[in-house]
C-alpha cells in the first residue's frame, strides 16, 4: 500500500494541471483515488458514502463500518482557502458523533477530532501537504489516519489522540512555564540559591553570604518576572550546512508576498521584504531553499517547499508553479 501511495504522491506533485481543479475534478482525480489505494471500496455506497445528509445539510463523504459513520470528509477545490470551512465540518461532525473528521482541498489535508475540548485549531492535530512534505512521511500518515483498516480497529483515533494529548501538554508547558519561574524566585529555594552562589565563585571566585542572595532576589522580583509569551523550539542536532546557491533575486516574488511552509505537520509564515523572504522566528533569508534549509535541517528545493499570496490575492500558489508562470 504504501509503494501505492508514494507513487499517487508523486503523480500529484508532477500534474501541472491541478491547479485549474474544481471542486468536481479534484474528488474524482484525487479524493476517490487516494481512498480507493487505501482500501475503501469507493463504488459502495455503503462503506464511501457520497453527500451524507446532516439536518438540512451535506457532508461530501461519509466512511462508514458497519453502517456506522467513522469519518466525515469535506472536500474543496484545490485552490480554496480552507480557514472558512472548519466550523460547518466540526459542526457537522459533533452532532453526528462523529470521532475523526478531514477537511481538504485534495493538497493540503487537516485533520481534527471533532468531539474532543477546545478551539478549531486545538482540535486539528495534524496537517498534511502534499507537495512539500516528505513523501514517506505523507503515505505513513494517510495510512495511520485514513486508511480503512485503521479507521475499523480504531487505530486511528487512537493514534490521532496521542498527537493531540502530546498537542495539549505542551500548550500548558508553554503557559505555566513562566508561572513555575516566578514563584522559584518569588519563594525562595535552596537549590536556586546554592545554583546562583556556584556559578558568582566561577565569576569572581568568591561565595556570598546565603541571606545577600535571598535579598538580591527579593530587590529583584519584578525585574526578573517573566510576564510575556515565550516559544520552546524543538532543539535539533546540528549537522554540517551545504552549500546552497544563491537565487537570482530578480526572480522572487513581488514585495510584502506571503509565504508559508509546512514541514512534518508545523507551519511557518514569511514574507517578501526588500528583495529577501524574511521568516518570522527565523530571521532573513535570499532563497527559499536557505529558508527550507535552516527550518527542516535538510536540503530542499524551496521553490517547491513555499507557497506564496501575491498582494491584492486571496489565493495560495506553489512558488514553483508561480515561477513557471511568470516565465512563460
Partial sequence: MKEQLMDFIADVRSNNLINSFDEATTKQAIILRLLSVLSWNIFDTSEVK?????????????????NANKVFLEVKKVTEDLENHQE???????QEGVKLAILTNGITWWFYLPLN???????????IDII??????????????????SVKNEEAVKKAEQIYKGQVKDIEIKRNLPRAWNKLISETDDLLVDLINETLEKICGYRADEKLIEDFLKW??????????????????????PKIKKHNLKG????????????????????IKNGQLMVNDYGTFSSFSAASFEISNTSRNGWRDWELQLPGSNQWLLADIWRKRKSQ
Fill in 50 to 66: 457520497p453527500e451524507y445528509s446532516v439536518s438540512s445539510k451535506r457532508v461530501d463523504y461519509s466512511l462508514r463500518i458497519n
Fill in 132 to 149: 512539500q512534505q516528505d513523501q514517506s512521511d505523507i503515505a505513513k500518515k494517510f495510512i495511520d489516519f485514513l486508511g480503512k483498516e
Fill in 88 to 94: 460547518q465540518l466540526l459542526n457537522y461532525s459533533f
Fill in 117 to 127: 475540548e477546545g478551539n478549531w485549531e486545538q482540535r486539528r492535530f495534524y496537517a
Fill in 252 to 271: 522572487f516574488p513581488p514585495e510584502d508576498t506571503l509565504c508559508r511552509f509546512t514541514y512534518k505537520g508545523n507551519a511557518y509564515s514569511g514574507q
Fill in 220 to 241: 529583584n522580583v519584578g525585574t526578573i518576572d517573566i510576564t510575556q509569551k515565550i516559544k520552546v523550539r524543538k532543539k535539533r542536532i546540528p549537522t554540517k550546512k
